[in-house]
């Protein structure tokens, strides 16, 4: 913290400074604060101030004295309560939830169900309209397994896949799964998903609750160690997590050796699909999800975590060439670049109001692209997709899904044009 400079560099590209425009909301001000031990009111104020932090990474990214204010910002947390703020006991209440992950299956049941009985009817200003929309995009076909036409993918997987899919894949949106167990299938291999995996421990790591965050890593390392061979994760924020399990073991050199085990078995799953060979055949104006040969306008959403949060590399460039492998698919780009979409795990729950500033400048800027699919491999960033197409009005024309989903039906598509 002693090291920063005050150069400002972090509170450029600081999305919450944007939108509040408030000095102790950038990075340098956090890390100043941080500082004044025996400020008077530090309690409430401190606890309002270092929740308003998405965790993106963006303040890091750009730090000439590398300083890893992520890291200091969650330091900070560890020290104040465990409810606190003014959605503190919402952002509790989500924490506890993703402790026992199963109980979302059930609200995937219902969130369905009343996303289609409901939404016709709320107010465009509704609340309950906004939480529906997280159901509101039902699962298109997912593809047979045996319907994928085999590549050759020289990818040397001998023992098979084990899938980290998260939380989300696994419980709210199960056909991620089923997607990506189809994409596999076509490259001969076969995909598992252990049974007793917990949430990656993410949520409780970023809230500053160590001992949470390190009970969820033991027990994924301890799952996924009865298994050999590479561990593909479908989720950004999960893997990116996951490469970091490490450094929550400093102090236990064991935990910490079985923790890089699994971290040199990882695989983000567009790394692995770029790295299969290239034997897309659909010329260029062929039938395409529907739309009678017009090709398909995508907008992919870079996760923060890939962009950011992974130790100065970043996987921005894998999805990219998975998609231009699809002659089919236009791949649209923002003129600035990438941008965070204000999710941020929890985070719009403890900043709402924040959040949705953050979410609906860029939807603005991406939907008027005139995008029809907006693709990402983030669960929480296409959370925040679908409720953001639902403000905007743009529901009935832009589908939100995640990239082995579109990539799925493109699958079915070539099967069923091959067939023809």
């Known amino acids: 913290m002693n090291s920063c400079a005050k150069c400002g560099a972090c509170t450029v590209v600081c999305p919450v400074h944007r939108v509040t425009g408030q000095e102790a909301h950038s990075a340098r001000g956090k890390l100043h604060l941080a500082l004044l031990s025996d400020l008077p009111g530090k309690g409430a104020v401190f606890e309002d101030i270092f929740s308003k932090c998405l965790l993106c990474g963006a303040c890091a990214s750009v730090c000439p004295r590398d300083i890893d204010v992520c890291r200091q910002v969650v330091q900070s947390r560890?020290?104040?309560?465990?409810?606190?703020?003014?959605?503190?006991?919402?952002?509790?209440?989500?924490?506890?939830?993703?402790?026992?992950?199963?109980?979302?299956?059930?609200?995937r049941v219902l969130g369905r169900a009343g996303a289609r009985l409901l939404l016709k009817y709320l107010p465009e200003d509704s609340g309950l309209r906004l939480r529906l929309a997280l159901f509101h995009q039902d699962a298109g076909a997912v593809p047979a397994v045996e319907n994928v036409p085999a590549a050759a993918s020289g990818l040397g997987l001998k023992e098979g896949l084990a899938c980290f899919p998260g939380c989300s894949a696994r419980y709210l949106y199960p056909e991620i799964?089923?997607?990506?167990?189809?994409?596999?299938?076509?490259?001969?291999?076969?995909?598992?998903?252990?049974?007793?995996?917990?949430?990656?421990?993410?949520a409780a790591f970023a809230a500053g609750d160590r001992r949470e965050a390190e009970r969820c890593a033991r027990?994924?390392?301890?799952?996924?160690?009865?298994?050999?061979?590479?561990?593909?994760?479908?989720?950004?924020?999960?893997?990116?997590?996951?490469?970091?399990?490490?450094?929550?073991f400093v102090d236990a050199p064991v935990w910490r050796e079985r923790a890089e085990g699994i971290k040199a078995r990882l695989v983000e799953i567009s790394c692995l699909l770029d790295r299969q060979s290239a034997t897309e055949a659909i010329p260029t104006g062929a039938a395409s999800?529907?739309?009678?040969?017009?090709?398909?306008?995508?907008f992919y959403h870079d996760p923060c975590h890939l962009r950011h949060g992974l130790e100065g590399t970043k996987i921005t460039a894998e999805p990219r060439r998975v998609l231009a492998r699809h002659r089919q698919l236009e791949l649209l780009e923002l003129p600035g670049g990438p941008q965070c979409c204000g999710q941020g795990g929890l985070f719009h729950?403890?900043?709402?109001?924040?959040?949705?500033?953050?979410?609906?400048?860029l939807a603005a800027k991406v939907l008027a692209l005139n995008p029809e699919v907006i693709t990402s491999t983030c669960s929480g960033c296409l959370m925040q997709w679908r409720v953001a197409v639902e403000v905007a009005g743009a529901a009935s024309r832009v589908r939100v899904l995640h990239l082995v989903e579109l990539l799925a039906e493109l699958a079915v598509e070539k099967v069923n044009r091959i067939e023809l």
């Open 219 to 248: 027990n994924n390392i301890a799952i996924l160690e009865q298994s050999g061979g590479p561990i593909l994760v479908t989720c950004a924020s999960c893997y990116a997590h996951l490469c970091r399990y490490g450094e929550l």
């Open 78 to 107: 560890a020290a104040f309560p465990a409810v606190t703020g003014a959605h503190g006991y919402e952002k509790y209440l989500a924490r506890k939830v993703l402790g026992h992950p199963e109980i979302l299956a059930p609200l």
């Open 177 to 202: 799964i089923s997607s990506c167990d189809a994409l596999v299938a076509g490259l001969g291999q076969a995909l598992s998903v252990p049974e007793g995996l917990s949430c990656c421990g993410l």
């Open 289 to 298: 999800l529907g739309t009678g040969g017009k090709k398909v306008r995508v």
């Open 349 to 361: 729950i403890s900043a709402p109001e924040i959040s949705a500033v953050i979410r609906d400048t």
